[in-house]
Structures are given as C-alpha cells and as structure tokens.
C-alpha cells in the first residue's frame, strides 16, 4: 500500500469529505481516477487502496473498476489516442484514420507503443457525430479528422510536442487528466485559457444573434455567485418566505368521546392501503394493532384443496362445457336455433305473432 504518496492520501481524505458520512462509497468514481493519475491504471493496489479508504471489499471496487472504460487495467501511455469508429464517423471515414495510426504506431487495440508514449484505442462513439470523424488525445477533440491530419497530431506527439485540440484546453498527459477527473482543477499555468469552441457548437449562436433570440431578462455580464454565496441566499429566501406566510387559524380543540376503555386508542387498519395492511399483518412491529383492537380485520388463507377436490371439481367443469361441434361455439344448443329458422321460414316470430302485425294481435292487416 506504500505506493502511492502522501499527497494522493491527502486528496483522497479531500474527496471523500465531499460527501456525506453515510453516503461515503460515492466518492468510489473519483477516487478510482486518483490512483489512475499515479500509476497510469487502476492496479491491484489501487484497487485495494480504495477498498481501505471506503471500507469496501475489493470486489466491490473491482467489479466499478472493470464497467468503466475510462479506468485502464494495465498500463497506458502518456496519450490515450481514442478514433471513434462507431456508426457516423465510419461512415465519415473513421476506420481509415484507426487503420493509418495503427499501421504507423505498430500497435493494436489498447496495445501501447514501446516507449510508453501512445496508446491506441477503437472508441465506440465520442458523442461528436456533427464533428465526425472525430477522435480524441486523453478525452480532448480533434475534429473532423483524415488520415493524415491525424498522422500528424501523433506525429507531433511522438516527437515531444502538444497538438492544440480543435475544442478544448491544451493537452495535457493521462495522468494529469485524471487528476482532473478525480475533482482537482487543472494548476498548469494558462491551462485553461487556450482553444475555443468548434464551429458547429457556435452555429446556434450565430443564428440567435441574427434573430434577435436571448433569455428573458440575462445579462451575461452576471457574475457567477460561488456554492457558499448561493447557499445563504437560497436560506434568506427561504427565511424570508416563511416570515411573511400567514400563521395558521387555530383550530378549536375538540374533546374526544369516551370509550370506557383503558387501552390505547389504535387507528383502524382499513385506512391504509390494502398492501401496507397485509404487511403489517404477516410482519407485525411495534405500531402494528393487536389482532383483537377494535376495526382489526387479519387476513386468513384457507385450506389448500385436497388431490382429489381438485380433481372433482376439473371434471365438473369439463362435464358442464362440453366440446365444440359442426362448427358451432361451445354450449350452443341446435334446437333453438331449428326452431328460429322454422319459425322464420312460416312467417311468424318466436310467440306465434306475424312480424307484420304492428297491433301484436297476430291477425294480419
């Protein structure tokens, strides 16, 4: 457990402060992406040092670390080179761009180059369908890639360079990617203040500018208030709300009618939904009423039927429905239905009546 220093401990005991006592192991996500800024993956150790600091069994932290394909299981280099291939970008030309580093690199997929340096990966899809083909060096964008625009951002990379992302801050290693994962802001000095957004990204923009389309009432000169700020003006509120709510009429206490009864007085059962009550019931606790408080209703099952009930009463139902015939449905009687057509063929309805007689005397008009 000597492996990692006392600083990554420190920033571990940071992260896992953010979250509420009980509610610890949820700091598991960025702690996996601390050890990965150490030593490059999420190693054995890494996965028993988060086991320690959580109170969790390495199974636990194994099976999150195995669901995430951002935690490397083995060592990987400087630069994650990510091609997606996915759908869109294949179509765009995706594969060639993976197939023209892989043959220059002499590497397969999340296999790593000899020095240590580059890592190649297939990436399903990057999210970036509008840029496509897109690929992505330690999670930041390269847009609309070809082969040998791609060639030559690695190619720079090989050669100690740092390619400027077509969106984003300026690269920086794996390792210092994942401390900023893990929650740490970037300390490279102008880190953060180069690149800018893709072209795409600025199209909505461009067409609410041209169509005079803003929020109601934003000025983006707004000053973004900090967590602390938000918080007391969110309880200012909060107190001012609930000094100007009207107080409560009292309502006049109402005497209750004596029942003679020493006992405590139980709520009906038959108040409650009907799964609570059958709960409580079968699994009775402290507040449950006894079985003989007054409006108890306890549930009772019945005796299961015996073979042989159960046997009689399928051959009573069998007996009672005999089988379809000539086509007709299942307990349909023949003679009514004789009868109705001999009746219809005379001329007269089911009493004997003639259908034309409207007086229902049965003499024809």
Known sequence: MNVFTEETRLRAREIIARYPAD?????????????????????????????????????QVGAVATFYTMYKRKPTGDYLVSVCTNTMC??????AVYDTLAEH?????EETTADGKITLEHAECLAACDYGPVMTVNYDFFDNVEPQGALGVVQELQAGGRPMPTRGARLCTLKEMAVQLAGFA?????????????????RG???????????????????????AEADRAAAEAKAKAEAEKPAPAAEPATPKAATGSTAPDV??????????????????DARTPVADAPGTKVPTDGPAPAPRDARAAEAAGVAANP?????????????????????AEAGTDADGADPADASGTGVRK
């Open 23 to 59: 509610r610890s192991r949820s700091a598991l996500l960025p702690l996996l992406h601390l050890v990965q800024s150490e030593e490059g993956y999420v190693s054995p150790a890494g996965v028993e040092f988060c086991a320690e600091v959580l109170g969790l069994n390495k199974a």
């Open 90 to 95: 294949d179509v765009l030309g995706g594969q």
């Open 105 to 109: 690199l002499g590497v397969g997929h």
């Open 186 to 202: 970037d300390e490279r000095d102008g880190a953060v203040a180069d690149g800018g957004p893709g072209e795409p990204s600025l």
């Open 205 to 227: 923009l461009r067409l609410a500018e041209q169509h005079g389309i803003s929020v109601p009432g934003f000025d983006p000169r707004t000053p973004i208030r900090s967590k």
């Open 267 to 284: 709520k009906a059962p038959d108040d409650k939904s009907p799964q609570v009550r059958t709960a409580e019931t079968r699994q009775p």
């Open 323 to 343: 089988p379809a015939g000539d086509g007709k449905p299942a307990g349909d009687a023949a003679g009514a239905q004789e009868r109705n057509l001999k009746d």
